[in-house]
C-alpha cells in the first residue's frame, strides 16, 4: 500500500462506529444544537453547508431545515447522497452516506426527511459520551457506604457535574466526612433529578482531585455490572442532560424544558447540600476548612497520592494564626468538629494543643509552624489500613503489627513536602508513639533515645486519645485522663504531664460539666490561674454545635451552683 493509502487508512482507523441505539439517538440530540451539524454532498470538490438538525425520531427519521441552503436541494432531489457531521461533546461524529426519502415545505420552510441512521462513526472519541451539566442544573449523587468508626450506613451527598454510560464526575463538600464514604473498592450510588426521578447504579472510585479553594473533592466514579435496561435508561439521562444544558445556555435552542429538571420541591435537601453545615462558633467554621482539607488528604492518599505540600504549610500558618487571633476560641473549635474522621479530629486537637504548649515554652514559630504539621497528619495513616484493625476490641501479633505500619504509611505520602524539617518530622510522627520503657512503636525506642519534642507530642497525644472511645475502652474526662497520665511515669515524661496540667488546667477549656442546678456547660475560657471563668450552655450532651447559649461569666456563672460533674460527650 502507499504512503498515502496507508495515511487514508490510518485516518479511517481513527473513526469508531457506533450503533447502539440510545448512544447514537444522544449523539443526534448533540447534532441538532445550533452551529453543530454540516452537510456535505458526495462526490469531487463538494464544499460543507450548515444543516439544522430539527428533530429525529428513533429508528424512523431525522428532520433537516434546509431553507438557508436551498442550493442543496436539487441534488438531493435527484438521488444524490450526503454525509452528516458535526464536533460534538462526544468527538467528531460522520455519518455513512444517506439519502433524503421525503421533501415537504412547511409556512415557506424547505423540510427534509431521511431514515434514521442507524450506524454513525466518532473520531476522537472518549470512553463514552460525557453530558456536563451547567450552573443551575443540580442533580444529587448519594454515596451510601459503611462508616469505619461505627460500624453503620453513612451516606455522603454530592453534586454531579457530568454523566456518561459508563461512569460519572461528582463533587463533594471536603467538611462532610468525605473519608468516612469514599473510596470504597465498590459502592452504591444513587442519582437524584429535580422531578424526583432517581437511578441507582454500583459503582467504584477511579480518580480524585482535590480543589481546596472552593473546598470541593470531585470524584470519578466508574459504573459496575450495569444491565441492558440499566444502560438504555443512563443514556436517557445523558441526552436530557445534554438537551436542558443546551436549552439552559441562552444560545437559541426553544426547545421546552427537560422533565427530569421540573423541580418536584424547592425544599428538597437530596439536591443540594452545599454549604448548609453550621458551627458553635465562627473559629469552629474557620476550624472545619482545615478539617475538610486534612478529610480530603485521607481520601487521596488511599489512591496513592501525596499529601499536598503548600496547602499543608498554608493550613499550618491558619492554625498558628488562629491562636494568635484568639487562643481560647481556637482551642474550644477543636471540640466542635465532628462530621470528619477520628484520625482527622485527634490530629488536629494534637497539632492546636501542641502548639500552644510550645508557645509557652517560648519555641519558635517556624519550628511551631513544622510541629502543627506533623501533629496534624501523623494519624492519617490508618485511613488507610482495614477498618477491621481499628474496631477489634484486641490485636494478634500480625494485626498489631499491621497496625503499626501507619507511621511508615504517612511518613511515605510526605515525601513531597521538602520544607518539613526531618527532626520535626520524625519526633512528632515517628515517634509520637514511642514510650520511655521502650514499650512503645514501630522501633521500640526508650528514655535517652527519645528527644524532648517527641516526649512532648506523646503526652499531649496519649492524653487526647484517652478522652477518645475505643472498641477496647470507654473515653475518659479530661479530669480522668490528667489522674490516669500522672500514673503512668514509667511511659510518659513525667515533666512533661506536669507542664501539660499546668498550661491547660484542672478543667482545660472543651470541658463538658453538670452543674448543681442540672444545666450542661462548656468549658471556653480560664483566669489567669487557670480556674473556669467563661461557660456557654448546651440544652444537651453532644459535641457543641449552633444550640450552644451566649458565654456566661463572672458572677453569672454562681447562678448555676457548684460543679457536679465533668461529663464525656455523647458520641
Not at 229 to 242: A, K, L, T
Not at 276 to 287: D, L, N
Not at 364 to 372: F, G, I, Q, T, Y
Request: charged share 30%.
Amino acid at each position: 500500500m502507499s504512503e498515502a493509502g496507508q495515511a487514508a487508512q490510518a485516518a479511517e482507523n481513527e473513526f469508531t462506529p457506533i450503533n447502539s441505539v440510545v448512544e447514537l439517538a444522544t449523539y443526534y440530540d448533540a447534532l441538532s444544537q445550533p452551529g453543530v451539524a454540516v452537510l456535505t454532498l458526495v462526490g469531487a470538490g463538494e464544499k460543507d453547508h450548515p444543516v439544522v438538525l430539527v428533530e429525529q425520531l428513533e429508528e424512523d427519521y431525522l428532520l433537516f431545515d434546509l431553507t438557508a441552503i436551498r442550493d442543496v436541494a436539487p441534488p438531493l432531489r435527484r438521488g444524490g447522497k450526503f454525509i452528516l457531521s458535526g464536533f460534538t461533546p462526544g468527538g467528531l461524529v460522520r455519518t455513512n452516506p444517506m439519502s433524503i426519502r421525503e421533501f415537504t415545505t412547511v409556512e415557506s420552510r424547505l423540510l427534509a426527511y431521511a431514515d434514521w441512521p442507524t450506524e454513525i462513526h466518532v473520531k476522537q472519541r472518549r470512553a463514552s459520551f460525557r453530558a456536563s451539566l451547567r450552573i443551575g442544573m443540580n442533580v444529587g449523587v448519594h454515596v451510601r457506604s459503611k462508616d469505619n468508626d461505627k460500624e453503620e450506613l453513612v451516606e455522603l451527598q454530592g453534586d454531579l457535574k457530568d454523566l456518561s454510560a459508563t461512569g460519572c464526575l461528582a463533587e463533594f463538600f471536603m467538611q462532610d466526612g468525605v473519608s468516612r464514604v469514599l473510596p470504597d473498592i465498590a459502592t452504591e450510588i444513587e442519582l437524584y433529578f429535580p422531578n424526583g426521578t432517581s437511578f441507582e447504579v454500583k459503582a467504584k472510585v477511579r480518580h480524585l482531585k482535590t480543589d481546596n479553594d472552593r473546598q470541593v473533592l470531585a470524584v470519578g466514579f466508574e459504573f459496575e455490572d450495569v444491565s441492558k435496561p440499566q444502560e438504555r435508561e443512563i443514556w436517557g439521562y445523558v441526552r436530557e442532560i445534554e438537551r436542558e444544558a443546551s436549552r439552559s445556555a441562552g444560545n437559541g435552542d426553544s426547545r421546552s424544558e427537560s422533565e427530569l429538571f421540573r423541580v418536584r420541591d424547592e425544599n428538597d435537601k437530596k439536591l443540594s447540600r452545599r454549604h448548609g453545615h453550621t458551627y458553635a462558633t465562627p473559629m469552629a467554621r474557620k476550624m472545619a476548612r482545615i478539617a475538610g482539607y486534612l478529610d480530603s488528604q485521607m481520601v487521596v492518599m488511599k489512591q496513592g497520592q501525596q499529601v499536598n505540600s503548600s496547602q499543608l504549610s498554608l493550613h499550618a500558618d491558619r492554625i498558628l494564626d488562629m491562636l494568635e487571633d484568639d487562643r481560647q476560641e481556637t482551642l474550644f473549635s477543636v471540640h466542635c468538629i465532628h462530621r470528619e474522621s477520628r484520625w482527622v479530629k485527634h490530629g488536629l486537637a494534637v497539632a492546636v494543643r501542641l502548639a500552644d504548649l510550645l508557645n509557652a515554652a517560648k519555641m519558635p514559630r517556624d519550628l511551631r509552624k513544622a510541629v502543627v504539621a506533623a501533629a496534624m497528619v501523623h494519624d492519617l495513616g490508618k485511613g488507610t489500613l482495614p477498618p477491621e484493625i481499628w474496631r477489634a476490641t484486641t490485636l494478634s501479633t500480625d494485626v498489631y503489627e499491621e497496625m503499626q505500619s501507619h507511621v511508615e504509611a504517612i511518613l511515605e505520602k510526605l515525601e513531597n513536602v521538602k520544607w518539613l524539617a526531618p527532626v520535626v518530622r520524625d519526633n512528632v510522627i515517628a515517634q509520637i508513639n514511642e514510650r520511655l520503657d521502650g514499650s512503645g512503636y514501630p522501633n521500640g525506642l526508650k528514655d535517652k533515645q527519645l528527644g524532648q519534642l517527641a516526649r512532648a507530642a506523646a503526652v499531649v497525644d496519649a492524653i487526647d486519645a484517652i478522652q477518645r472511645n475505643r472498641p477496647d475502652r470507654p473515653a475518659m474526662s479530661p479530669v480522668a485522663a490528667a489522674k490516669s497520665m500522672q500514673t503512668r511515669t514509667d511511659q510518659f515524661d513525667e515533666a512533661w504531664v506536669k507542664r501539660y496540667i499546668a498550661h491547660f488546667g484542672p478543667l482545660p477549656i472543651g470541658s463538658l460539666l453538670r452543674f448543681e442546678k442540672g444545666q450542661f456547660g462548656w468549658v471556653v475560657g480560664l483566669d489567669a490561674k487557670k480556674r473556669v471563668n467563661r461557660i456557654r450552655i448546651s440544652p444537651h450532651k453532644l459535641a457543641p454545635d449552633d444550640k450552644l447559649g451566649p458565654p456566661i461569666e463572672g458572677a453569672a456563672l454562681a447562678e448555676f451552683g457548684r460543679i457536679r460533674d465533668v461529663l464525656v460527650p455523647e458520641s
